[in-house]
């Protein structure tokens, strides 16, 4: 009688799964969690509300809400306003507004670059239920127009003096800028980006703080980029800024808001905590 082999068996078979299972990283399983994750929160009082979406990459307004319907996340899209941008003036802003004021969103504008003040009138903002900024775009100490997500646009000669210039930028923004939300906040260049917890020290984390209430703006706790970290929460948080939740999604993936939700724990943030429009 010949012994049946059951492990010659059982090894392509779990080989298969495995690497079946590489193909599809996010299980069926993982998705109902994070939406298990998201009711909870519900339950404890909190308003799941992502403020900074934006219809890219062939994402459309009917999709977003059918995301919204089937993880019970709130969404708040934005139109890129500013120079380079599909909305640069009045007209084009408007025109925008006009096509998507109907729907069952909250509507945002996204104010880019250091122009946008001089290109877009207060009546036409009024429009909005919130504008938000970042400050990823601004003229550097030699006059250079630098955008930090550009490799090429980012020249660091000394590190410390490139962050206090950023930092100061930062707070002139905040001082100076009509707006609602500080969005992807704390970023900083792919050169030195492994450096942050080093580079935003305490007294620069706290200068920054200190604009963001003293203008009444809140804190973006961004997903995509999962910034800023959870020190610069805690200490925001102890100061009285309010926060908010943000993916800005580069495509048609919106998630699951997985690092703000994960930091609403980890800093001890309660649902009064929160700002919306």
Known sequence: MKHFN???????????????????????????????????????????????AHLKGGLTMEQLLEHSQKTGIKYGVA??????????????????????????????????????INAFSPDTIALFDYVFTDALTYYDNKGRRTRLWMKDEVFVEDVDSFMNYYVNQIVEILNNEPINIYVNPTFLPEIIRERYDELWT?????????????????????ARYKIPSAEFIKKAKEHGVKFTLGTNNG???????????QMIGECGLEPDDFWKP
């Open 251 to 261: 495509a048609n993936d919106l998630g699951y808001l997985e690092y703000s939700l």
């Open 6 to 52: 059951f492990f010659r068996l059982f090894v392509p078979i779990f080989l298969l799964v495995l690497v079946s299972g590489c193909n599809n990283p996010v299980s069926e399983t993982q998705k109902d969690a994070r939406i298990l994750k998201i009711d909870s929160l519900k339950q404890a009082g909190y308003e799941i509300i992502d403020l900074h």
């Open 79 to 116: 139109a890129n306003c500013g120079v380079g941008f599909p909305v640069q003036n009045d007209s084009d802003l408007k025109k925008y507004y006009h096509s998507v004021k109907d729907y069952p969103v909250y509507h945002g504008m996204q104010a880019e670059g250091r122009e946008w």
């Open 202 to 222: 305490e007294k620069r984390m706290l200068k920054v703080i200190g604009a963001l209430t003293g203008n009444d703006i809140a804190l973006e706790i961004n």
